[in-house]
């Protein structure tokens, strides 16, 4: 009857600190998806904050496709973002990624900024 309790309580210990384990998981990887949102928002209003100063147009977007493709460094190039700032995803900074851009479309005449991880 002793060894009998004796797993129980293991088993309830380890269903404990499993239940600890998953919960912690769940909640840093749900911290990190927000800050992974807020870094795109981020760089993506930068970008639209650069198409709109620059004038950017539906047509030109349409006669030059990679206008329309804006990368980090011409967003920190013209100082819409830092070359310092971090990207959660590879915890480098952005001014070490040449293949990530921002693409810039239109939807009913306005302006669509979309990140696109490269």
């Known amino acids: 009857m002793k060894n009998k309790k ?32 807020e870094f ?15 004038n950017f147009t539906e047509a030109i977007c349409n006669a030059y496709e990679n206008l329309c493709k804006i990368r980090y460094n011409t967003l920190i190039t013209h100082e819409y973002l830092s070359a310092d700032l971090i990207n959660p995803r590879t915890n ?8 990530s851009y921002v693409q810039i479309t239109w939807e009913d005449n306005k302006m669509i900024c979309t990140y696109e991880e490269g």
């Open 6 to 37: 004796r797993v129980l309580i293991i088993l309830l210990i380890l269903i404990v600190i499993v239940l600890a384990i998953l919960g912690t998981v769940l909640v840093c990887g749900g911290m990190k998806n927000k800050e992974i949102n």
């Open 92 to 99: 480098e900074p952005i001014s070490e990624n040449t293949t």
């Open 40 to 54: 795109e928002t981020k760089v993506a209003q930068a970008a639209c904050d650069y198409a709109s100063e620059e």
